[in-house]
């Protein structure tokens, strides 16, 4: 869409900012913001699974089935089913009340909690939307704060399969807010 990705290098893992449509992605791994029904719903959640097929949402029922709803701030991973991405992990972030009720600890824990999911599965390459910042009105300045700090937190604590990571923001602004967050995160 005429913006060149944001790169830099995390302890020998790649991160980028793209803008994009996160269903297009051939990561190992796109991240769903989900509700915790995992039931399918609206933005980037209804897009991932009318792209992905019935597969994704089967997957999601006998989860749901076997271990009740998913609260905020955890992450569960299914099959890809039709996407390019071979999985799903499916987080939930939290929905904004004003900042003061734990939402940055929660959004913190959906991007903890999905790179040790991808880690723990031994995948190589995440893509991330950004969560909660749609229907759940997370604001995106903040957010993107907290998504890159986080990530990089992560990948600088330890060694994993993970080699790359991508935010792929949907909309100019939200592209264009994470692109300047991560100057503010690594300090350069
Ligand atoms: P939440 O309920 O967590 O706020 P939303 O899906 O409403 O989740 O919005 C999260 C972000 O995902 C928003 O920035 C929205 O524009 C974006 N989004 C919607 N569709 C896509 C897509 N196909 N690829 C990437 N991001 C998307």
Redesign the pocket.
């Known amino acids: 869409m005429g913006n060149s990705p944001v790169q830099i290098k995390v302890n020998g893992t790649r991160l980028s900012i793209i803008q994009g ?3 297009r992605q051939a990561t190992d791994a796109i991240v769903n ?1 989900a509700n915790s029904g995992l039931m399918g719903g ?4 209804g ?1 991932i699974h009318r792209a992905g097929g019935p597969a994704i949402l089967e997957e999601c029922k006998q989860i749901v089935a076997r271990q009740g709803r998913l609260p905020a701030g955890k992450a569960v991973i299914t099959t890809g089913g039709n996407l390019p991405a071979k999985h799903v992990i499916h987080t939930v ?1 939290p929905i904004w009340h004003g900042g003061d009720k734990g939402e940055a600890e929660l959004l913190r824990s959906a991007y903890r909690e999905s790179l040790g999911l991808a880690a723990e599965n031994n995948l190589t390459s995440v893509s991330f ?8 009105g ?1 604001p995106v300045e903040q957010a993107a704060k907290v998504a890159l700090s986080t990530a990089i937190t992560f990948l600088r604590e330890k060694v994993t399969s993970i080699k790359e990571v991508v935010f ?4 100019l602004r ?1 592209y264009e807010t994470y692109s300047a967050a991560i100057h503010e995160v690594t300090g350069e």
């Open positions: 449509d996160i269903t913001a609206g933005g980037v959640d897009a972030g939307p950004s969560i909660s910042t749609g229907a759940y997370y792929v923001l949907f909309d939200t």
